[in-house]
T-cell receptor, first 114, second 113 residues
Framework: SAVISQKPSRDICQRGTSLTIQCQVDSQVTMMFWYRQQPGQSLTLIATANQGSEATYESGFVIDKFPISRPNLTFSTLTVSNMSPEDSSIYLC???????????FGPGTRLTVT | AQSVSQHNHHVILSEAASLELGCNYSYGGTVNLFWYVQYPGQHLQLLLKYFSGDPLVKGIKGFEAEFIKSKFSFNLRKPSVQWSDTAEYFCAVNGEGNTPLVFGKGTRLSVIA
């Protein structure tokens, strides 16, 4: 398994500002993913972040709005840019261990945009 | 494109009742199937998984799920629920080659004494 931490655990932000969420894993992983879980809804994949390459974004998500960094095999950041109330959500980082199809999830970052 | 359907939005059961949560998926190739649980205030945890082999898989806390390929289903079961099983349950699927998980909308289970 993998232990994943996220910072911050929650934040309240003003419209038009940006927030960077950090994800740290206790082991080296190739595959990292960022998901969004809007209130009362399921998880939606934002992007796949692989070390050494550009993140791959899902339909409806763009790099200008959700820039991602993946500087090494244990760390990634997701920035939510120019926030609006519609971005209020829980943002989750997950990893897939090499040789396994299992994904492990971080505790999430609860973002509220006012 | 892959999709996952969970039939029940909210299920309310009394303690000791049996549980079955439905999950159907749509995918054209080989799939890996998962059930995740999210207890109140906690993060997602893997309950059980199916990759291949015996279609009846057992997970943690007495849960099991059966993969029925002909029905594209992976229903979650537990013979006797406890109050501590109150949580949100998510069915998820991915394909071969490190593809991302696709989640169902989730089923909220409330177990009452």
């Amino acid at each position: 398994s993998a232990v994943i931490s996220q910072k911050p655990s929650r934040d309240i932000c003003q419209r038009g500002t940006s927030l960077t969420i950090q994800c740290q894993v206790d082991s080296q992983v190739t595959m990292m993913f960022w998901y969004r879980q809007q209130p009362g809804q399921s998880l939606t994949l934002i992007a796949t972040a692989n070390q050494g390459s550009e993140a791959t974004y899902e339909s409806g998500f763009v790099i200008d709005k959700f820039p991602i960094s993946r500087p090494n095999l244990t760390f990634s950041t997701l920035t939510v840019s120019n926030m609006s109330p519609e971005d209020s959500s829980i943002y989750l980082c997950s990893v897939e261990l090499a040789g396994s199809y299992e994904q492990y999830f971080g505790p999430g970052t609860r973002l509220t945009v006012t | 494109a892959q999709s996952v359907s969970q039939h029940n939005h909210h299920v309310i059961l009394s303690e000791a009742a049996s549980l079955e949560l439905g999950c159907n998926y749509s995918y054209g190739g080989t799939v890996n199937l998962f059930w995740y649980v999210q207890y109140p205030g906690q993060h997602l945890q893997l309950l059980l998984k199916y990759f291949s082999g015996d279609p009846l898989v057992k997970g943690i806390k007495g849960f099991e799920a059966e993969f029925i390929k002909s029905k594209f289903s992976f229903n979650l079961r537990k013979p006797s629920v406890q109050w501590s099983d109150t949580a949100e349950y998510f069915c998820a699927v991915n394909g071969e080659g490190n593809t991302p998980l696709v989640f169902g909308k989730g089923t909220r289970l409330s177990v009452i004494a």
